[in-house]
């Protein structure tokens, strides 16, 4: 059965400290694997799209790396404005242009 | 680039009345569109794909003659939610991918809709 998980399910970070979010999945014939941002209330924001393994993304302070099971999205210094839930999403052939989303972390970050 | 609006932003409605949520691509041209249900501290749940003149297609467990789904053009679907439930209320959002060959998709802000 295709899954996509993430962890830690909550995170905590205070202001400057530099972590990883993780995304595992199971999914056969992978199209892709993205990452967004979503605020309270808001629509996800996309960030980064990852195609194969050993690609790697960056923008600002996140960076997003893909392997065969799994995708790290890095964090370095964090600040408290990167507060959000990150969710992971894969396509798959064979399966229309439909993800499949993880279930997200929340990351908090204290000033 | 890739801006998705969506309206209303929040709306309250009377149980048993119908509810259509905008959902439109400001900057490019989205053949196909997606339509999300979002719980509380949940992930997004995908209801129904659709692609420009054609029928939506409806993912297992979702009621097609509840939420009609209309995809007119390559910047406008709409979803209609019917007879509606206070068990209907929830988080509603979209998304749109663009005519071209990435397979991104850019999401609306939601709708919150509450029935009473």
């Known amino acids: 059965e295709d899954q996509v998980t993430q962890s830690p399910e909550a995170l905590r970070l205070q202001e400057g400290e530099s972590s990883s979010l993780n995304c595992s999945y199971t999914?056969?014939?992978?199209?892709?694997l993205f990452w967004y941002r979503q605020d309270p209330g808001k629509g996800p924001e996309f960030l980064f799209t990852?195609?194969?393994a050993g690609e790697e993304k960056e923008k600002e302070r996140l960076k997003a790396t893909l392997t065969k099971k799994e995708s790290f999205l890095h964090i370095t210094a964090p600040k408290p404005e990167d507060s959000a839930t990150y969710l992971c999403?894969?396509?798959?052939?064979?399966?229309?242009?439909?993800?499949?989303f993880g279930p997200g972390t929340r990351l908090s970050v204290l000033p | 680039g890739a801006v998705v609006s969506q309206h209303p932003s929040w709306v309250i409605c009377k149980s048993g009345t119908s509810v259509k949520i905008e959902c439109r691509s400001l900057?490019?041209?989205?053949?196909?569109m997606f339509w999300y249900r979002q719980f509380p501290k949940q992930s997004l749940m995908l209801m129904a794909t659709?692609?420009?003149?054609?029928?939506?297609?409806?993912e297992q467990g979702v009621e097609k003659d509840k939420f009609l789904i209309n995809h007119a053009s390559l910047t406008l679907s709409t979803l209609t939610v019917t007879s509606a439930h206070p068990e209907d209320s929830s988080f509603y959002i979209c998304?749109?991918?663009?005519?071209?060959?990435?397979?991104?998709?850019?999401f609306g802000p939601g709708t919150r809709l509450t029935v009473t």
């Open positions: 998304s749109a991918r663009s005519s071209g060959s990435s397979y991104e998709q850019y």
């Open positions: 999914v056969s014939g992978l199209r892709g």
């Open positions: 990852l195609y194969s």
């Open positions: 999403a894969v396509q798959k052939y064979n399966y229309g242009q439909n993800f499949v």
């Open positions: 900057d490019f041209q989205a053949t196909t």
């Open positions: 659709s692609n420009e003149g054609s029928k939506a297609t409806y």
